[in-house]
């Protein structure tokens, strides 16, 4: 069955790059839209932003200076980028499969990675 | 604070039935039927549960349902099983600019 495995630095220093990759294994990401969501510590969840396979995006207007967004068919592997992180961004970030060619809503996500921007 | 407000927690007893509320405005829930909800068992990763208000994705347990009145989405889950205790979202589009919104969720502890 299809599942997603995100991955990255569980660190991060403020200012820095927070970088992540969602790695798609057991299916194909193409023909679908895939969206980076976060939760604070003790917070709901956020939503990021989506890429298509082809490369379309779109960004929470809050986060949108500082966030991109991208897939690659070829390592079948969708990857955030955050930057310029404060202590404000530290959060289980996951990602998420859109259903059904849809945006909306997720029918598979990750279990979540935690970054935590300290020095 | 989230877009759409949900209560903290709710419970109940095996066996019994539980609401879970999830309130928006008439630019998410109250505008569109595009309205999900999310079980998340803490350390593993969250599961569709419902979509598009009352759908049910295949292999979910017929005890879930959802409906909606207004900017009023609700999850009703019947029969409350000791594995039903999680945390619930719901999440709806919004015609706003962030396109996707979610409760703050909504802890479900069963007696």
């Known amino acids: 069955q299809v599942q997603l495995q995100e991955s990255g630095p569980g660190l991060v220093k403020p200012s820095e790059t927070l970088s992540l990759t969602c790695t798609v294994s057991?299916?194909?990401?193409?023909?679908?839209?895939w969206t980076w969501i976060r939760q604070p510590p003790g917070k709901g969840l956020d939503w990021i932003g989506y890429?298509?396979?082809?490369?379309?995006?779109n960004y929470n207007p809050s986060l949108k200076s500082r966030v991109t967004i991208s897939a690659d068919t070829s390592r079948n592997q969708v990857s955030l980028k955050l930057t310029s992180v404060t202590a404000a961004d530290t959060a289980v970030y996951y990602c998420?499969?859109?259903?059904?060619?849809?945006?909306?809503?997720?029918?598979?996500w990750g279990r979540g990675t935690l970054v935590s921007v300290s020095s | 604070q989230s877009a759409l407000t949900q209560p903290a927690s709710v419970s109940g007893s095996p066996g019994q039935s539980i609401t879970i509320s999830c309130t928006g405005t008439?630019?998410?829930?109250?505008?569109?039927?595009?309205v999900s909800w999310y079980q998340h068992h803490p350390g593993k990763a969250p599961k569709l549960m419902i979509y598009?208000?009352?759908n049910r994705p295949s292999g979910v347990s017929n005890r879930f349902s959802g409906s909606k009145s207004g900017n009023t989405a609700s999850l009703t889950i019947s029969g409350l099983q000791a594995e039903d205790e999680a945390d619930y979202y719901c999440?709806?589009?919004?015609?706003?600019?962030?396109?996707?919104?979610f409760g703050g969720g909504t802890k479900l502890t069963v007696l």
């Open positions: 998420a499969r859109g259903r059904g060619g849809y945006y909306w809503n997720f029918d598979l």
């Open positions: 057991g299916g194909s990401i193409s023909n679908y839209y």
């Open positions: 890429v298509y396979y082809s490369g379309s995006t």
């Open positions: 008439s630019s998410d829930v109250g505008g569109y039927n595009y």
């Open positions: 598009e208000v009352s």
């Open positions: 999440s709806s589009y919004t015609s706003g600019s962030t396109l996707v919104v």
